[in-house]
């Protein structure tokens, strides 16, 4: 599903699910001015034969919201795998501080929802049933807590649930008062636990609170704010009000996490929207997009966009953006800053590959920079102008230092690429030691758009001509596999696919990841094939949402506004 401002006819936003035609109509009427359909690829790859979805048992009643809680009382080559107990075994969006979003310990199999619940107690439907929010990404501690960021309210408050993988009840809450910034649609809150298994979850005036001991029913939760609490508790009205946190958090392995902001004008100490490097010690550094990118036009970080480490952690990646009430059209710039300073060390300009033009980097979408095995760095953006592309956007490609464009990818609307080793694809014959799963949805309506909606895995190094436009050289198609459920209302076309971040299963080389049907599905990367689905729900428009996997093998999807633990 895709959105667009009125004044730029383009889309913009992420959400999974996408509208038939008929409650596309419903939707250009609306505020949002143009979700349009979404999803389809291009090039080879066939529609695979798909096993009928597993009986969806009723899940347990969710557990209700606890009162609030008790009183508080790097890696190179490839990130470590972390120690149970103590370590995360999934800390943020995208699994790890490059997003690669992967598991080395096998997923069970898809044959049941062991238990659900909700990410929403008041679920914001608009017109038509649409469900356009972006919920954050469950994470998971070493002792296999899974911790839920849930919206409690319409209002918007905001709560981390801490609870057993085994059956999902709950151990404790964690309330917090973070107010969200502006968009057309509901930012995320995301939470993330650093190397000792910390907790952290952004709240009110650009703070975080971090708690001690996940996996127990009591621990000391702290908050510090970045420019000092003493100087909140002067002006707490003022920080509340003019400066809020807008990225998921991404944290290093010295417990140093890094997040994005945005503020309003009059922001207290002059503060304009940018990039913050807070140190275990609570020690913090911050510098703006403005004065990073050398352009008084840019905004803030990317809304959304989380920041990225390189896999020795000595540099960070941002994308910032331009502020949406003064350009109709959102562009911006990649930035890589010494993870230590927050020093520019390069920039990059983002450009579609098409026109030459500046891509669109909407406040809407949640593409966040992917840092691949050889330190290559991917980020999603959207064509200038819808029709380029049909909606879909590119992946921008850079080597480590950013001196260097390489070869894009077809699809880069809402969407952060998850890493494949090429061992996990037997048919793969390259050269390359990695491959990137991404959505290829190939939107009905917009420009050739035929709602034929796939996901690919694609060769970052090897490349063929853009199925859509001739006159761009792509990234090459290793797989790629139609959505399995037809859209009766989209002539020819199928339901699209409605991931941002997907998990890869390394073992069993495959992945998984959610549809607009309400089915989550496995992708078997041997056979291309789907050779495993659970129902969730009879199906919904709703923006894209990612999957994640524990220590047990426990899969989770986000669907419908709740939680699943899906498995045996």
């Not at 790629?480 to 989209?490: E, H, K, L, S, Y």
């Not at 129902?535 to 428009?541: C, F, Q, R």
Request: proline fraction near 10%.
């Amino acid at each position: 599903m895709t959105d667009r401002t009125p004044n730029d006819r383009q889309p913009l936003v992420e959400p999974a699910p996408c509208p038939r035609p008929q409650r596309r109509q419903i939707l250009l009427g609306a505020s949002l001015a143009g979700l349009l359909q979404a999803c389809g690829g291009g090039g080879g790859g066939g529609e695979a034969p798909v096993p009928p979805p597993s009986p969806t048992p009723a899940p347990p009643a969710p557990t209700p919201p606890a009162p609030t809680p008790p009183a508080p009382t790097p890696p190179a080559p490839t990130p470590p795998a972390p120690s149970p107990g103590s370590a995360p075994f999934w800390a943020s969006y995208g699994g790890n501080a490059q997003h690669q979003a992967q598991t080395r310990i096998a997923t069970q199999p898809l044959q049941r929802i062991v238990w659900s619940t909700p990410v929403d107690l008041a679920p914001p439907y608009r017109a038509g049933g649409f469900l356009l929010i972006h919920y954050g990404t469950p994470v998971i501690s070493g002792g296999n807590t899974v911790l839920v960021p849930v919206k409690t309210t319409s209002a918007g408050d905001f709560e981390v649930q801490a609870r057993k993988a085994s059956d999902g009840s709950l151990l404790w809450t964690l309330k917090s008062d973070y107010l969200l910034p502006a968009s057309s649609w509901t930012p995320s809150w995301n939470i993330g636990l650093d190397i000792k298994g910390r907790l952290f979850a952004p709240a009110a005036g650009g703070r975080l609170l971090i708690r001690d001991g996940v996996d127990s029913a009591s621990g000391t939760v702290q908050t510090l704010a970045f420019y000092g609490n003493a100087s909140f508790e002067a002006d707490s009205a003022s920080y509340r009000d003019k400066l809020r946190i807008n990225t998921p958090l991404t944290l290093d392995g010295q417990g140093t996490v890094f997040f994005g902001f945005t503020t309003k004008a009059g922001a207290p100490g002059g503060l304009k929207g940018g990039i913050v490097r807070m140190a275990a010690d609570g020690q913090a550094l911050w510098k703006s997009a403005a004065e990073l990118s050398g352009d008084a036009a840019m905004f803030q970080t990317a809304m959304n966009a989380a920041p990225a480490l390189s896999l020795d952690e000595k540099t960070l990646y941002i994308a910032v953006n331009s502020d949406p009430a003064i350009s109709s059209m959102q562009t911006g710039y990649l930035l890589a800053l010494d993870a230590s300073t927050l020093t520019l060390k390069a920039k990059q300009r983002l450009i579609n590959p098409a026109t030459d033009l500046p891509a669109r980097l909407s406040d809407s979408a949640t593409a966040s920079p992917t840092v691949g095995p050889d330190g290559d760095v991917f980020y999603g953006v959207l064509e200038n102008t819808r029709t380029d592309h049909n909606g879909r956007g590119w992946l921008l490609h850079f080597n480590a230092d950013l001196s260097q464009l390489k070869t894009p990818g077809s699809f880069g609307w809402d969407d952060t690429p998850s890493i494949v080793p090429a061992g996990a694809v037997p048919s793969y014959a390259g050269a390359s030691s990695y491959l990137l799963l991404v959505k290829y949805n190939n939107y009905y309506g917009i420009g050739s758009g035929d709602g034929q909606n796939k996901m690919a895995v694609l060769d970052p190094q090897a490349s063929q001509t853009d199925p859509i436009n001739a006159s761009v050289t792509v990234m090459k198609e290793v797989l790629t596999i139609v959505g399995p459920t037809a859209d009766a209302d989209t002539p020819g076309g199928v339901r699209e696919w409605c991931v941002n971040t997907a998990v890869i299963d390394v073992k069993g080389q495959s992945a998984l990841v959610n549809n607009e049907d309400g089915v989550l599905y496995r992708w078997d990367f041997v056979n291309n094939r789907f050779s495993e689905s659970v129902k969730l729900n009879a199906g919904i428009g709703q923006a894209y949402t990612p999957t994640v996997a524990g220590p047990d093998g426990l899969v989770y999807s986000i669907n419908g506004a709740q939680l699943h633990a899906v498995g045996r």
